[in-house]
């Protein structure tokens, strides 16, 4: 199964708060940002698009889903991290003890009132078990869900790639499943985007 991987463009966040499930709207250079997207997906002969629910994933799916005539579907397993107490904050008012706890794990650390990255892993492991079935699929997604197929793929979990990852980078996934049923694949960046703002990790 071929997954394309696209991630939303720059969401309007003026005040650089820490959002996962903090609905935003894309920022106004949306209109540059998101051509070079549709271009990387020439090679694409996908047959379903699938969308995170959040706004900022939903206005890139409408220019994917023009420029395709794939409907949209919205899923839920493809949704951002939860980082609960952490939504809408300044990382630099963050508590101590939680940002080190964090830091000390960064992909078990379960953010209060919200999800650890290893929480994200399964969600997206079940839906990207019920894609297999599909030949090609596209997700617009997210930072977090991208990252977890790269840990599949291989990429150790002690290198975050949840932090590396740019605005609009799509990425081409190929997965197979192994004999015990487990989807094992590798993957190529197609289309490097925008960088965002570093993490203190």
Request: hydrophobic share 35%; net charge negative; with cysteine.
């Amino acid at each position: 199964m071929i997954l394309w991987t696209l991630r939303h463009t720059r969401p309007h966040n003026p005040h650089g708060y820490c959002y996962g499930r903090t609905d935003y709207d894309v920022a106004d250079s949306f209109v540059s940002e998101y051509p070079g997207v549709l271009a990387a997906l020439a090679e694409s002969r996908a047959g379903r698009l699938f969308s995170s629910p959040l706004l900022r994933c939903r206005r890139l799916a409408e220019k994917v889903s023009e420029h395709t005539a794939l409907p949209i579907e919205t899923r839920e397993e493809i949704i951002e991290l939860h980082f609960g107490n952490w939504e809408e904050k300044l990382l630099n008012s963050v508590p101590n003890e939680q940002m080190n706890a964090w830091k000390n794990d960064l992909r078990g650390y379960r953010f209060p009132g919200g999800e650890s990255f290893q929480d994200l892993d399964r969600r997206v492991l079940r839906f990207l078990n019920t894609c297999m079935q599909y030949e090609e699929v596209i997700w617009v997604s997210h930072a977090g869900v991208i990252a977890s197929l790269m840990h599949y793929c291989g990429v150790p979990e002690t290198d975050f790639v949840e932090g590396k990852l740019t605005y609009a980078t799509v990425a081409r996934f190929e997965f197979t499943l192994s004999e015990s049923g487990t989807p094992q694949g590798t993957f190529k960046i197609v289309h490097e985007g925008i960088p965002q703002l570093k993490l203190p990790v």
